[in-house]
C-alpha cells in the first residue's frame, strides 16, 4: 500500500558506511581485549624466532630485528567483537622482509602466530606476505604498551583482529591449516570480516 506523502528516512550510503563490514561498528577509542593476563616482555628479553615444524630457521634479539627495513601501514581494523576503528598507524617489518632476511621463501601454505603468553593463531602464509602483514612495533609512532600487544605484536589487518596476535614471539610454517587458541574454542579458521567469518559455523 502507498501512502502519499510518505519517504523512507534511510540515507544513502556513505564512504564511512562502505568502510565498515558487517556487523560492525565505528569505534572512536581502542578497546583492550585479551584471552587472559597482560605479560609484561622487556625489549632487553624479547626474542623473535622464524621456524619451519619445530625447527628454528632464523631468531632474531630486539636490536637485530630492529635493523630489519621498517615499513609503514595505515589500516582499518575489525574487532570480531563487531567494532571497527578507521585509519589505525603502524610501523613494523613486514613478514616479506622477514622470509628475505632469513633467506627463504614461504616453505608450506600455513603459519602459526606464537605469542609469550602461549595464545596461537593460525593463518595462511598468502595471508601474511605480498605487503599483506607485518611484524609492528610502532602505533600512532611510539612503541605499542603492553595492553595493546607491545612490544611486538602481528598486524593482519584484512582479517579479524584475533589473527593479528599480541606479544609475538614467533612464526612457525606449519604442513597444514593448524587451528590456533580461538579456532580450537569455536572461532572461524580463517575470519574474513567482510563475510562476517566469526564462527566456526559461518560459512
Same mark, same amino acid.
Given at each position: 500500500?502507498?501512502?502519499?506523502?510518505?519517504?523512507?528516512?534511510?540515507?544513502?550510503?556513505?564512504?564511512?558506511?562502505?568502510?565498515?563490514?558487517?556487523?560492525?561498528?565505528?569505534?572512536?577509542?581502542?578497546?583492550?581485549?585479551?584471552? =587472559?593476563?597482560?605479560?609484561?616482555?622487556?625489549?632487553?628479553?624479547?626474542?623473535?624466532?622464524?621456524?619451519?615444524?619445530?625447527?628454528?630457521i632464523k631468531k632474531w634479539n630486539w636490536?637485530?630485528?630492529?635493523?630489519? *627495513?621498517?615499513?609503514?601501514?595505515?589500516?582499518?581494523?575489525?574487532?570480531?567483537?563487531?567494532?571497527?576503528?578507521? @585509519?589505525?598507524?603502524?610501523?613494523?617489518?613486514?613478514?616479506? @622482509?622477514?622470509? #628475505?632476511?632469513?633467506?627463504?621463501?614461504?616453505?608450506?601454505?600455513?603459519?602459526? #602466530?606464537? =605469542?609469550?603468553?602461549?595464545?596461537?593463531?593460525?593463518?595462511?602464509?598468502? @595471508?601474511?606476505?605480498?605487503?599483506?602483514?607485518?611484524? #609492528?612495533?610502532?602505533?600512532?609512532?611510539?612503541?605499542?604498551? *603492553?595492553?595493546?600487544?607491545?612490544?611486538? +605484536?602481528?598486524?593482519?589487518?584484512?582479517?579479524?583482529?584475533?589473527?593479528? #596476535?599480541?606479544?609475538?614471539?614467533?612464526?612457525?610454517?606449519?604442513?597444514? @591449516?593448524?587451528?590456533?587458541?580461538?579456532?580450537? +574454542?569455536?572461532?572461524?579458521?580463517?575470519?574474513?570480516?567482510?563475510?562476517?567469518?566469526?564462527?566456526?559455523?559461518?560459512?
Amino acid at each position: 500500500m502507498a501512502t502519499r506523502g510518505f519517504f523512507s528516512s534511510r540515507k544513502p550510503p556513505t564512504e564511512t558506511d562502505a568502510r565498515i563490514p558487517p556487523g560492525q561498528y565505528l569505534e572512536q577509542g581502542f578497546p583492550v581485549l585479551s584471552a =587472559g593476563p597482560t605479560p609484561r616482555v622487556r625489549t632487553k628479553d624479547w626474542s623473535f624466532t622464524l621456524k619451519h615444524g619445530p625447527r628454528p630457521i632464523k631468531k632474531w634479539n630486539w636490536a637485530e630485528f630492529n635493523a630489519l *627495513p621498517l615499513t609503514k601501514m595505515t589500516r582499518d581494523i575489525h574487532c570480531v567483537t563487531a567494532w571497527t576503528k578507521f @585509519d589505525t598507524a603502524w610501523q613494523g617489518v613486514l613478514v616479506d @622482509d622477514i622470509l #628475505a632476511d632469513a633467506g627463504i621463501e614461504a616453505p608450506t601454505g600455513f603459519l602459526l #602466530a606464537h =605469542g609469550y603468553d602461549g595464545y596461537t593463531t593460525n593463518v595462511p602464509a598468502k @595471508d601474511l606476505t605480498t605487503g599483506k602483514a607485518m611484524v #609492528a612495533l610502532l602505533h600512532d609512532g611510539k612503541p605499542i604498551t *603492553p595492553d595493546h600487544g607491545g612490544p611486538a +605484536r602481528l598486524l593482519v589487518p584484512h582479517l579479524y583482529f584475533w589473527k593479528s #596476535a599480541k606479544w609475538l614471539n614467533g612464526l612457525q610454517f606449519t604442513e597444514r @591449516d593448524e587451528p590456533g587458541f580461538w579456532e580450537l +574454542r569455536g572461532y572461524h579458521i580463517y575470519g574474513d570480516p567482510w563475510r562476517e567469518q566469526r564462527y566456526t559455523s559461518d560459512p
